[in-house]
Every structure is written in structure tokens, then in C-alpha cells.
């Protein structure tokens, strides 16, 4: 395994010890009226919040608080949103450890049951998880990564496929941390997407390219490459 994805695997492992702590309802609701306002949400964000760019992300991490659109959120509400965030990480956390450990030559390896140096439509049937996609959906996986269309995946064109399901993925946790990250209480608003334990299934391991896609579907669907494996996946279901 490479020393990569050993460093991933430790830092997701870190991630998911991490607990999420954010301020208290308390701490923001400097007039103590059991309501917290936007300007209150305002003034206890970090040095430097006040630009246009960071009172975006303030507003709309707001928004995703105040579920009611009153204006006012609520201690139930904040604690709400505190337990969709904290489920948010430490799913994002396991997905992230999932993808890490195995190397893109591990995953070809274990997909490549015949050893010959590339993966035929057969082999990638192989995989467990092949009957809930259905042969509609592994032909459709197939062809998009095998992208020369020779009938065979090499290793070079799994390889190409896993970076770019990892960075699909990255991109997309990086969205949703621009999208409203920056002041308290702790992070980014739950994005709209695919339900984070999805993620676990077909995951354990991850040491396949069909379990791989299947993986990154469950995670999220918000980038041109997941949106295609998510359109594969649903097309099954």
C-alpha cells in the first residue's frame, strides 16, 4: 500500500476520533432571548468574517439553521442542525477512509481475477455487487471506464477512473465547504445529495472497481462523474 493512502487512512482515522464541538446556543445568543439572529450569528464569527464573501457563507449557513424561515432560530433547531453536521462528518470521514486505504494497483488487482492485465466486462460482473446494478448498468460502468472502447480496462485506465472518482469526490466536499462554510457553529449547511449512509454499502473494503463506483454514488452526486455514476446506479434501481 502506498505511504498515500496510508497518510489518508490516518487522517481520516483522526477525523473520525475528532468530536464535533460546536459553540453552544448560549454562546451565540449574546441578548439572551432564546432566539439567535443573523446579526447575532454576525458578530461571533472570526476575525476577518465581515466581507462580502464570508457574510454569503453566514447567511446561508443561517438559512440552513432557521428550518422554520422565521428569522429567528431556535435552541432545537441549532441542535438539529449541530446532529446533521456531526452525521455529515463522520460519514464523510468513513468514506474518506474507504477510499484511502486502497491503492488504484490493489483495487485493479483484486477487479483483474484472472491476472492477464486487464479487466473484461465478465470480470467486473464478477464483483458482488454486479446483480443489484444489473448488466444494463455494469455495461454502462464499463464503457465509461474503459475510455478507448477496446473492450478491455488496462490498468492505466482504471487507475485514470479512480483519481478521478477521488477528485470528483474531493471537489465536491470542497463545494459544499465554500457553498456556506466559515463562521460557527463548526462548518458548512448539509448539502443536498445522496444519504451518507449509502456509503456503507458495498464499501467494506473497497478493493474493486465496481465497489469503488458504488461507493462514490452513495457519497455524492453533485459532480459531472458522480452525476453519471448516479444516473447508472438509479437507472438500476
Known amino acids: 500500500m502506498s505511504t498515500t493512502s496510508s497518510v489518508g487512512a490516518q487522517s481520516?482515522?483522526?477525523?473520525?476520533?475528532?468530536?464535533?464541538?460546536?459553540?453552544?446556543?448560549?454562546?451565540?445568543?449574546?441578548?439572551?432571548?432564546?432566539?439567535?439572529?443573523?446579526d447575532e450569528l454576525m458578530q461571533s464569527?472570526?476575525?476577518?468574517?465581515?466581507?462580502?464573501k464570508s457574510a454569503s457563507r453566514t447567511q446561508a449557513l443561517f438559512s440552513a439553521m432557521d428550518q422554520d424561515g422565521s428569522g429567528s432560530v431556535t435552541s432545537a433547531?441549532?441542535?438539529?442542525?449541530?446532529?446533521?453536521?456531526?452525521?455529515?462528518?463522520?460519514?464523510?470521514a468513513f468514506m474518506t477512509q474507504q477510499m484511502a486505504a486502497p491503492s488504484n494497483a490493489d483495487i485493479f488487482k483484486d477487479t483483474d481475477s484472472n491476472g492477464?492485465?486487464?479487466?473484461?466486462?465478465?470480470?467486473?460482473?464478477?464483483?458482488?455487487?454486479?446483480?443489484?446494478?444489473?448488466?444494463?448498468?455494469?455495461k454502462k460502468l464499463f464503457d465509461l471506464i474503459d475510455s478507448d472502447g477496446d473492450g478491455a480496462i488496462t490498468e492505466t485506465e482504471s487507475s485514470s477512473f479512480l483519481d478521478a472518482v477521488k477528485s470528483a469526490l474531493n471537489d465536491?466536499?470542497?463545494?459544499?465547504?465554500?457553498?456556506?462554510?466559515?463562521?460557527?457553529?463548526?462548518?458548512?449547511?448539509?448539502?443536498?445529495?445522496?444519504?451518507?449512509?449509502?456509503?456503507?454499502?458495498?464499501?467494506?473494503?473497497?478493493?474493486?472497481?465496481?465497489?469503488?463506483?458504488?461507493?462514490?454514488?452513495g457519497s455524492s452526486q453533485q459532480k459531472?462523474?458522480?452525476?453519471?455514476?448516479a444516473s447508472i446506479f438509479e437507472t438500476a434501481v
Open 12 to 38: 481520516a482515522s483522526q477525523l473520525i476520533r475528532t468530536p464535533f464541538r460546536p459553540p453552544s446556543f448560549a454562546s451565540l445568543d449574546s441578548n439572551s432571548d432564546n432566539g439567535l439572529t443573523l
Open 45 to 52: 464569527a472570526p476575525k476577518g468574517a465581515s466581507d462580502a
Open 77 to 92: 433547531e441549532k441542535d438539529a442542525f449541530d446532529k446533521q453536521m456531526a452525521d455529515r462528518m463522520q460519514g464523510m
Open 116 to 138: 492477464d492485465g486487464s479487466v473484461s466486462l465478465a470480470e467486473l460482473g464478477d464483483d458482488e455487487g454486479a446483480d443489484a446494478i444489473g448488466s444494463e448498468g455494469l
Open 172 to 217: 465536491a466536499a470542497g463545494d459544499d465547504e465554500a457553498h456556506a462554510g466559515g463562521p460557527p457553529p463548526g462548518g458548512p449547511p448539509p448539502g443536498v445529495g445522496g444519504d451518507d449512509s449509502d456509503a456503507d454499502e458495498g464499501s467494506t473494503g473497497v478493493a474493486s472497481l465496481l465497489a469503488t463506483a458504488q461507493s462514490a454514488y
Open 224 to 229: 459531472t462523474l458522480l452525476e453519471q455514476l
